[in-house]
């Protein structure tokens, strides 16, 4: 599913318009993300949190050339899913 097939299923799910389900998952993305620069969690009780980690510099290799390169530190974002989340997958 891409953002577009899931602005339309929101708005169907929930009788919105498009516009107003595209503005409605624009927002919560926008503000997830400044969430996680503050460094803080988001936490969807059932759906699953959203966090930001350190990942540590480490070597790894040029796949072209198979000369070894330094790969630099830098944060990235984890998302544990929840309990009910992960049940309706199985």
């Known amino acids: 599913m891409n953002k577009a097939q899931l602005i339309d299923a929101i708005a169907a799910s929930a009788k919105l318009t498009k516009v107003d389900s595209k503005k409605a998952l624009d927002a919560f993305i926008k503000e997830t993300a ?4 503050k460094g803080d969690k988001v936490a969807l009780v059932g ?3 959203f966090s930001v ?8 290799r040029n796949p072209r050339t198979g000369k070894e390169i330094q790969i630099p530190a830098k944060k990235v974002v984890k998302f ?4 009910e989340l992960s049940k309706l997958v199985k």
Do not use: H, M, V, Y
């Open 34 to 37: 400044k969430s996680l620069k």
């Open 47 to 49: 759906f699953g949190t």
């Open 53 to 60: 980690t350190k990942r540590g510099a480490r070597k790894g």
């Open 80 to 83: 544990k899913p929840g309990n």
